[in-house]
């Protein structure tokens, strides 16, 4: 008999130390109920609540959910359940016990991670990775690029959010911002110490925030392996929406929250590490430069970044972040050396910053997209070209790489048609990324604005 990925999971959280540990936590910390959660491809926290007292054999077997969870249950238009449709067979999900955490707002609840796995009883590949599970791929791609490569991909993210209530108004001079404004910081001082506190509590590294503009606010993490650093963006968006439910207020990862107002981001700065060293840049050289090695992820990144922004903005409104030219978003497709107003800026410390991914994004699938982009530059030595110098937003596009789409319908298309991303991210997801967003973006092209009535209900005759 064959054993499978899922017997293999099962079996390691039957006899591993992992297990000892959780039910420690639960005896010692007075866990009543666990959250056994996995990650949609919106980056969803979807799964079931496990009373303590099951946790132990409910974490071997697992739990059952409809596979269509991993598209929120999303119907089309036309009423289809995207994902498999309502006969669809579930998927099982297993913990990954080193991320079990006691929350600490409720002591009495915990919390897991999961993988997700086909249910063993199918004829057709009983107990495989299911391929839609985006946490899943990650850890596949990422294992299978350092297995390859040599390197690992390592990663810190910067989530700009929106924070809105009573008393939280910005207040500065016409013509100037709140930027770095520490005045604002002491305005949202409960908010910034209870996402600190809570963050610390469930093994984030804080290491500096500031007031990004009105009602915005980033609090930033240390950097880590990849797989890390995506399972701590959607903890800390969970400790986030905790927040505002206990201050009476509001927080949103919108992209953009309304005309005028600064998107928010979640620019991605990542390196490659050999042996314990970022091999992106030569140690000892002060200069900004890159390495042969980092020049060739960098051509990678850049060719395969218009097929990537279904995944780096993943909603309709995430489109209107890039066409304010002037705010620091991306408006084309380019890299620089320290150069804020460029799609990938290399940093003084080494380091390059992706500014395509928005608040909202999917940190899996965003991760998994750099690294096939990397790899794919790696491997056929593919050239960035010169940094661009002064404002990106005076240059015309670069004709060695893809304009960026500005819509999600320009972005499904430049998705379908890059063979290396859909490869990586396998036939199944790919097919599933692009019938939820299309349905999406006809939904939205089906629908009058009020910017529509604006415009058009009085203008004839």
């Not at 990775?129 to 991909?153: I, K, M, N, V």
């Not at 002491?186 to 093994?203: D, P």
């Not at 960026?404 to 972005?411: F, I, K, M, N, R």
Request: net charge negative; glycine share 8%.
């Amino acid at each position: 008999m064959t054993t499978t990925a899922l017997d293999n999971h099962r079996e390691a959280n039957a006899t591993g130390a992992g297990m000892a540990a959780a039910l420690s936590a639960i005896a010692e910390r007075g866990v009543e109920l666990v959250y056994f959660q996995a990650v949609t491809i919106t980056g969803r926290v979807v799964g079931k609540v496990v009373p303590a007292a099951h946790f132990e054999r409910i974490a071997v077997k697992g739990v059952q959910q409809h596979r269509t969870a991993v598209a929120n249950l999303q119907g089309t238009r036309e009423g289809v359940l995207l994902g498999g449709g309502v006969d669809a067979p579930e998927y099982t999900a297993i913990p990954d016990l080193e991320t079990f955490a006691v929350l600490p707002w409720d002591t009495r609840f915990a919390r897991v991670f999961c993988r997700l796995y086909e249910p063993d009883h199918l004829a057709d590949q009983p107990g495989a990775e299911f391929p839609c599970d985006s946490r899943g791929l990650l850890r596949r791609l990422h294992a299978g690029f350092t297995d390859r490569t040599g390197l690992q991909l390592r990663t810190g993210c910067e989530p700009e959010m929106t924070w809105q209530g009573d008393g939280l108004q910005a207040r500065f001079r016409p013509g100037s911002s709140p930027a770095y404004h520490i005045e604002h910081l002491e305005r949202n001082r409960l908010i910034v110490t209870k996402v600190v506190e809570y963050a610390r509590a469930l093994g984030l590294d804080m290491i500096e925030g500031d007031y990004e503009d009105e009602y915005q606010i980033e609090l930033n993490f240390m950097y880590d392996h990849a797989d890390l650093t995506a399972d701590r963006l959607v903890t800390y968006r969970q400790i986030c929406k905790q927040v505002a439910r206990e201050l009476g207020i509001h927080a949103s990862f919108m992209p953009k929250p309304a005309t005028g107002m600064m998107g928010n981001g979640c620019h991605h700065n990542f390196s490659l590490w050999r042996d314990g060293v970022n091999v992106l840049a030569d140690p000892g050289t002060a200069e900004l430069h890159l390495t042969d090695l980092g020049k060739h992820a960098l051509g990678g990144l850049l060719t395969h970044s218009a097929g990537a922004m279904l995944i780096n903005g993943s909603t309709v409104n995430s489109y209107k972040r890039y066409w304010d030219s002037g705010q620091f978003a991306p408006s084309r497709i380019n890299w620089g050396l320290d150069n804020k107003t460029c799609t990938v800026r290399l940093s003084a410390n080494g380091r390059l910053e992706y500014k395509l991914p928005d608040a909202a994004v999917n940190p899996y699938l965003s991760h998994a997209v750099i690294l096939a982009a990397c790899e794919d530059g790696l491997k056929n030595a593919i050239e960035p070209g010169a940094p661009t110098r002064g404002s990106s937003y005076d240059e015309h596009t670069d004709a060695r790489f893809p304009a960026l789409p500005l819509t999600l319908g320009e972005a499904i298309e430049a998705f379908r048609a890059d063979e290396v991303l859909t490869a990586a991210l396998g036939p199944q997801l790919s097919q599933l990324l692009v019938d939820y967003h299309a349905d999406e973006w006809a939904r939205f092209c089906g629908y009058v604005t009020d910017w529509e009535r604006d415009m058009y209900w009085e203008d004839a005759p």
